[in-house]
C-alpha cells in the first residue's frame, strides 16, 4: 500500500485516525504502532517479523548499552547492532547483485552459473536500518536516552509516515514528542495541507512524466533531443515523486502531533554541488555526514584524506540507495568526485558567476542522474551518447507521440496545481480550514484524486530501497 493510493485515501488512513483521535493520550503509541504495523504487513505480512527483529535488536542493545559500566563493552556491543542491522541489508539488497556478477563471469568462461533464487527485498529496510544505526550511535554517544519502553521506541521505529521512503527521523528529533503530544486543530489542518500538496506533487507531476521516461531509457540509440528530453524529465520526476513522498510524510507526522525535519529546500535551484547536497534529501545528507564521513575522519586528515573520506561517504551513499546493478555505487563515485572538485575550486578563492554555477550544478546532477536512472551501466552510456549527439539529433517519432499535447497539459496544470499553494502559504491568513491557502490545495487534491481514480497508483520511486 502506498500513500497515493485510494485504498489508503479511502481505507486504511480514515480508520487509523478514526481510532488514533479516541485512544486516550497514554495509549496512542499503541495504536500508532498496530497501525504501522498493520500498514507495512499490508504489502508482505512475512517481511514484518524482520522488521520487529531488528527493532527488538536495537531496543534491546541499546538498554544494554546503557546498563553497561565498562566503556570498551558499550562500544562492542554498538559494533555487534550495527554490523547485525549491515549483514540484514546486505544480504536482502546485495546479495542478488553479487551473485548476478558472479554467474555473469562463469558464464563467460563456460563454468557452471551458481544456482540463486532472487531475493525479494524488504520495503523500506534501507530506511530501518539508518533509524536502528543513528539510534544505537546516540545512545552510545550518549546524546539521546535510552528508551525503555519497548511500544514507544517500536512506534518509532515503525511509524507509517517514514517507514517506507523516509524522511529519516533520528530518534532525538521526536524524543519528547513520542513521550507527550498535544492534538491541535492548527497542526492537525497544516498537517493535511502538506500532505494534499505532497500527494498532487506525485500524481499530476511525477505520475504523468512516467510514460515519457520510461519510453526514452527503453531506447536502444535515443537522438540528442530524445535523450534530454528522457533526462529532463527524469529529474522532474525523481524530484517531485520523492519530494512529494517527503511532503506527504511530513503532513502526516503533523497530523499525528509529530515535526519531522525537512527533507527538500529546492534542490535545483542550488549554485554548487555542495549546495545541492544541503538542499536535497537533506535527512539522508546529514546522516552521512553525522554517522559516516565524521567517522572515516572528515576533514581532519589533510586534504588528501578528506577527499577520500568525501568519496567514500557518496559511494556508500550511493550503494545504499541499491542493490540491482552497480550503477548507483558508480553514481555516488561521480557525487564525490564533483564534491572533490567542487571542495578544491573554493578552496583556491577562485569562484563563478551565479548563473554559470547553477548551470553547471544542473548539468552534474542531470549528468548523475542518467545513470541513476539506466537500466545498467551499458544503457547509462548509450543515453550518455544520445546526449552528446551521437545517435544523431532529431526526436523520434515515438517522443512526439509520447510528448501529445494532453500530456503538456496535464505537466503544465500539475505544475500550476503544485508551485502556486506551495509557495502562497501566509499571502492571506492562516492555515484555518476556511482560509485560501486552504480551498486551492483542496481543489488541487481533489483533481488529483480524480486523476489517480482513472489510472494504477504508480509505486514511489523509492518504494523499494
Not at 161 to 188: N, Q
Not at 388 to 398: K, N, P, R, S, V
Request: with cysteine.
Amino acid at each position: 500500500m502506498v500513500f497515493a493510493s485510494l485504498e489508503f485515501l479511502t481505507l486504511f488512513l480514515p480508520l487509523f485516525f478514526a481510532v488514533y483521535l479516541i485512544t486516550p493520550q497514554r495509549f496512542r503509541n499503541h495504536t500508532l504502532l498496530v497501525g504501522s504495523w498493520l500498514f507495512y504487513a499490508w504489502w508482505t505480512p512475512k517481511f514484518l517479523l524482520l522488521i520487529i527483529a531488528l527493532t527488538v535488536l536495537a531496543w534491546g542493545a541499546a538498554i544494554l548499552i546503557d546498563k553497561a559500566g565498562n566503556e570498551r563493552l558499550k562500544t562492542r556491543l554498538m559494533v555487534a547492532t550495527i554490523v547485525l542491522n549491515l549483514a540484514s541489508l546486505v544480504w536482502y539488497k546485495y546479495t542478488n547483485m553479487v551473485v548476478g556478477s558472479i554467474n555473469s563471469i562463469l558464464a563467460g568462461h563456460d563454468l557452471p552459473e551458481i544456482p540463486w533464487v532472487k531475493l525479494m527485498l524488504p520495503i523500506g529496510l534501507s530506511f530501518t536500518v539508518l533509524h536502528a544505526i543513528s539510534y544505537i550511535v546516540d545512545v552510545r554517544r550518549k546524546t539521546v536516552p535510552a528508551q525503555y519502553s519497548f511500544i514507544s521506541f517500536s512506534a518509532y521505529m515503525a511509524m507509517f509516515p517514514h517507514l517506507i521512503a523516509g524522511p529519516i527521523v533520528r530518534y532525538k528529533v521526536i524524543d519528547k514528542e513520542l513521550r507527550e503530544r498535544i492534538f491541535s486543530i492548527d497542526k492537525f489542518t497544516v498537517g493535511v495541507r502538506r500532505f494534499m500538496i505532497g500527494f498532487s506533487m506525485k500524481v499530476l507531476i511525477a505520475d504523468t512524466l512516467v510514460p515519457v521516461v520510461s519510453l526514452v531509457f527503453g531506447m536502444k540509440n535515443p537522438s540528442f533531443q530524445d535523450a534530454w528530453v528522457g533526462c529532463i524529465a527524469y529529474t522532474f520526476q525523481l524530484y517531485f515523486d520523492f519530494a512529494g513522498y517527503s511532503a506527504m510524510a511530513i503532513g502526516l507526522g503533523l497530523m499525528l502531533g509529530f515535526h519531522f525535519e525537512e527533507n527538500f529546500n529546492h534542490p535545483y535551484l542550488a549554485v554548487s554541488i555542495q549546495d545541492f547536497w544541503r538542499r536535497w534529501h537533506m535527512t539522508l545528507s546529514s546522516w552521512l555526514r553525522d554517522y559516516l564521513y565524521i567517522s572515516l575522519g572528515g576533514n581532519r586528515g589533510g586534504a588528501y584524506r578528506t577527499y577520500v573520506n568525501l568519496m567514500l561517504t557518496m559511494a556508500i551513499g550511493g550503494l545504499w540507495h541499491g542493490g540491482d546493478n552497480w550503477n548507483y555505487l558508480i553514481w555516488g563515485f561521480i557525487q564525490g568526485a564533483a564534491l572533490c572538485c567542487d571542495r578544491a575550486f573554493t578552496q583556491r578563492g577562485l569562484s563563478m558567476p551565479n548563473y554559470a554555477s547553477r548551470t553547471l550544478t544542473m548539468l552534474t546532477v542531470m549528468f548523475a542522474w542518467t545513470v541513476f536512472r539506466a537500466a545498467g551501466f551499458d544503457h547509462a552510456l548509450t543515453m550518455w551518447a544520445g546526449q552528446l549527439g551521437l545517435h544523431g539529433f532529431a526526436m523520434g517519432d515515438e517522443v512526439i507521440l509520447a510528448l501529445r499535447p494532453s500530456i503538456l497539459l496535464t505537466f503544465a496544470i500539475g505544475l500550476l496545481c503544485v508551485i502556486y499553494p506551495a509557495t502562497s502559504v501566509g499571502k492571506r491568513g492562516g492555515f484555518g480550514v476556511m482560509s485560501w491557502s486552504m480551498v486551492w490545495p483542496v481543489i488541487t487534491f481533489a483533481y488529483a484524486v480524480i486523476v489517480l481514480a482513472g489510472q494504477k497508483a504508480i509505486p514511489f520511486l523509492y518504494f523499494q530501497f
